[in-house]
């Protein structure tokens, strides 16, 4: 097992589309200074995607979204050497790995987890299927796979850290230390859909894309929702809470001309259409460097695919070396070896035996 250098992350996205800026805010900008800090592995969990979109049409967009999520990664200024991008189901250790840890944890602390039922909920199942009920299992296996020390998490997901925390300390009793705890690192920080009503999402149809272009980021913002009670620009709006707001504070680098519009809001010299041109001015001027980076990538044909490949082909190689320890811990391969031995020696007597005769 070659000794790490620097400790590892492991983070990752579900294949369900791409990103957008609410992913940025709430935990793809931490990524930027994790991989200066961390040995990244980023995964695409297509495994996860499957407990709350099992459907053909979405498995066959498998490869297409996963392109995409890793396009976004660069375009933002992840550097394709200092990570590991790798589809989940093609690590297929993961899913052994998935069965041994399962013996760890029992069904009642499973279904303490509050987010299984918010999950079955959100994609309207009426009972929770055996994958959604073993995710944080199966999550677990991805965490301690490549033996992450630190997993980003939204507040919703840390007891799922937790959770694997626990399995990895009752394996390190029961058979020997191989797995280190994983601590979390809460990621903070949602952005309020375009409607004003949700966090951005792109199922609600509230979000700006990091793939969107200049003409489109425009269309997006003059669309957002404002104070509804300002009917007229001479009449005083509400800047806080205001999502158009929001996103000055988030994005606008100008801190004069965002004071500006405030003032001049809330006390109706403004009105929405110069603030709304502003912010997407300021946003497409924070997006341009992403436009940039994206179209070089695009340019080099199958790069993308590549990086999956080879990222793949090393999360598989860091899969094989962790079951090997967990194997060897266990006792398991001790059983088959014995087995495979004897076998081979009866094999190799009766060939000896043969020829004499």
Not at 227 to 254: K, L
């Amino acid at each position: 097992m070659a000794d790490q250098l620097r400790k590892r992350i492991l983070t990752g996205d579900r294949p369900t589309g791409k990103l957008h800026l609410g992913h940025y805010i709430g935990s793809h900008r931490n990524r930027l200074k994790f991989q200066e800090q961390y040995e990244c592995f980023f995964l695409i969990a297509d495994l996860h995607m499957l407990t709350t979109k099992p459907d053909k049409e979405s498995i066959e967009h498998i490869a297409e979204i996963a392109r995409i999520i890793v396009l976004d990664h660069l375009a933002i200024g992840i550097d394709p050497g200092k990570v590991t991008f790798y589809l989940q189901s093609a690590v297929h250790e993961v899913y052994e790995l998935q069965l041994l840890l399962s013996s760890l944890v029992t069904v009642e602390r499973l279904q303490q987890l509050p987010t299984i039922k918010d999950m079955a909920a959100a994609a309207g199942m009426d009972q929770i299927p055996y994958n959604l009920l073993g995710y944080p299992v199966l999550q677990a296996a991805d965490i301690l796979m490549p033996r992450a020390n630190l997993v980003p998490v939204g507040k919703d997901n840390e007891s799922h850290v937790e959770l694997a925390r626990q399995i990895a300390r009752r394996f390190n009793n029961a058979y020997g230390e191989v797995f280190p705890l994983p601590d979390p690192f809460v990621e903070g920080g949602t952005l309020v859909g375009t409607d004003g009503q949700a966090k951005m999402s792109k199922s609600l149809d509230n979000a700006i894309f990091l793939s969107d272009d200049a003409k489109t980021v425009e269309r997006r913002v003059m669309s957002m929702y404002t104070d509804p009670n300002r009917v007229r620009a001479d009449i005083p709006g509400t800047v806080e809470g205001n999502p158009v707001f929001v996103y000055h504070d988030t994005f606008n680098p100008d801190r004069t001309e965002v004071a500006d519009l405030k003032e001049r809001y809330r006390t109706g010299k403004v009105g929405d259409v110069e603030v709304k041109e502003k912010l997407a001015a300021a946003l497409n001027v924070f997006l341009e460097p992403t436009r940039e980076r994206r179209a070089r990538y695009e340019a080099q044909t199958g790069y993308v695919d590549e990086l999956i490949y080879t990222g793949t082909l090393r999360a598989r190689e860091e899969g094989k070396q962790t079951l090997s320890a967990v194997k060897k811990a266990m006792g398991l391969a001790g059983a088959w070896n014995r087995i495979s031995r004897a076998a081979e020696k009866r094999v190799k007597k009766q060939e000896i035996v043969g020829v004499r005769e």
